[in-house]
Nanobody, 115 residues
Framework: QVQLVESGGGLVQPGGSLRLICAAS????????VGWYRQAPGKERELVAV???????NYADSVKGRFTISRDNAKNTVALQMNSLKPEDTAVYSC?????????WGQGTQVTVSS
């Protein structure tokens, strides 16, 4: 059973930075894709960033140029570096990983951007 555990969320002022980490109990390299979703109160869940097994990445238009996703196969972690944060980035951020037959989810970490 694969487990994903997020860390790094918190309260930050507008313009600040946070780095989220998703730690997997299994090999990150074995997944077809790993990434991050977010969901703000009253809004639909949004794909933030994803990194495909071959290394290519994709981002939501709203975070392009500000967020960077990366993968460390040796540590079995996926990081989301978030810079120039805005109040509209406030949400619960959840890590996910896609294998051949199912998708795994972490429990989520709260990110609040406020002055």
């Amino acid at each position: 059973q694969v487990q994903l555990v997020e860390s790094g969320g918190g309260l930050v002022q507008p313009g600040g930075s946070l780095r989220l980490i998703c730690a997997a109990s299994g090999s990150i390299f074995s997944f077809n894709a790993v990434g991050w979703y977010r969901q703000a109160p009253g809004k639909e869940r949004e794909l933030v960033a994803v990194i495909i097994r071959g290394g290519s990445t994709n981002y939501a238009d709203s975070v392009k140029g500000r967020f960077t996703i990366s993968r460390d196969n040796a540590k079995n972690t996926v990081a989301l570096q978030m810079n120039s944060l805005k109040p509209e980035d406030t949400a619960v951020y959840s890590c996910y990983a896609v294998s051949i037959n199912r998708t795994y989810w972490g429990q989520g970490t709260q990110v609040t951007v406020s002055s």
